[in-house]
């Protein structure tokens, strides 16, 4: 049982953190994946155990329970629940990138590049590029952009704080977009898909 348990927990733990794993170089769905026939074969071995210590019905609870907890991995909607526990998690931390645009003291100039200016070192870990980029801003307002994927060589997706009003960048699948209508995602059309709280949202593409 501590096999079977580990197994489906491996498998659990694989799709939560795709993301944070893949770091831009492997697709997150790679992740989840491969973790299926982890836990088809710590089901198969959880049942030969069985087979040989119990009866029949220890052997139908352990497919019963694998069958529940496959369906329950599978209809799961993982990258929403990494988005908003992680915020959850680190809100304290967003709070202070928060804070730091809104008092000024985070500022991009050209020499940042695309990327935007460095985070204070101990709040580099909420940005893969560990800085925060500026992708958006209009009629006073500003967005600012903490990737969490990158593609190779572009695109993004992560968290982003908006000073203003967040559905003025709202995905509309019937409007033809320019480019004052979307947020630049390091080359890719983001819109705000989650939201977070304290004006923070998940931005992603449609």
């Given at each position: 049982m501590s096999l079977f348990a580990a197994?489906?927990?491996?498998?659990?733990?694989?799709?939560y953190f795709a993301m944070t794993l893949?770091?831009?170089?492997?697709?997150?769905?790679?992740?989840?994946?491969?973790?299926?026939?982890?836990?088809?074969g710590v089901t198969a071995i959880g049942i030969v155990l069985l087979w040989c210590r119990t009866r029949w019905l220890g052997r139908l609870s352990c497919v019963t329970v694998a069958i529940a907890i496959a369906v329950?991995?599978?209809?799961?909607?993982?990258?929403?629940?990494?988005?908003?526990?992680?915020?959850?998690?680190?809100?304290?931390?967003f709070a202070a990138v928060a804070r730091l645009v809104n008092d000024g003291t985070l500022s991009s100039s050209p020499r940042d590049g695309y990327a935007g200016p460095k985070l204070p070192p101990d709040l580099r870990y909420l940005s893969v590029m560990e800085s925060a980029s500026r992708i958006g801003g209009k009629e006073g307002q500003s967005v600012w952009?903490?990737?969490?994927?990158?593609?190779?060589?572009?695109?993004?997706?992560?968290?982003a704080y908006f000073t203003g009003d967040p559905t003025k960048y709202e995905y509309h699948p019937d409007r033809n977009l320019d480019s004052n209508d979307y947020l630049d995602g390091y080359g890719c059309a983001v819109f705000p898909t989650i939201e977070l709280g304290d004006g923070w949202w998940w931005v992603d593409r449609p």
């Open positions: 197994g489906w927990l491996i498998i659990i733990a694989l799709h893949s770091r831009g170089l492997i697709p997150p769905v790679v992740f989840s994946s491969v973790s299926w026939p982890i836990g088809t329950f991995v599978a209809s799961t909607q993982w990258s929403r629940v990494y988005v908003t526990t992680w915020y959850s998690l680190h809100r304290t931390d952009f903490l990737p969490t994927l990158t593609g190779i060589p572009d695109c993004a997706i992560g968290y």
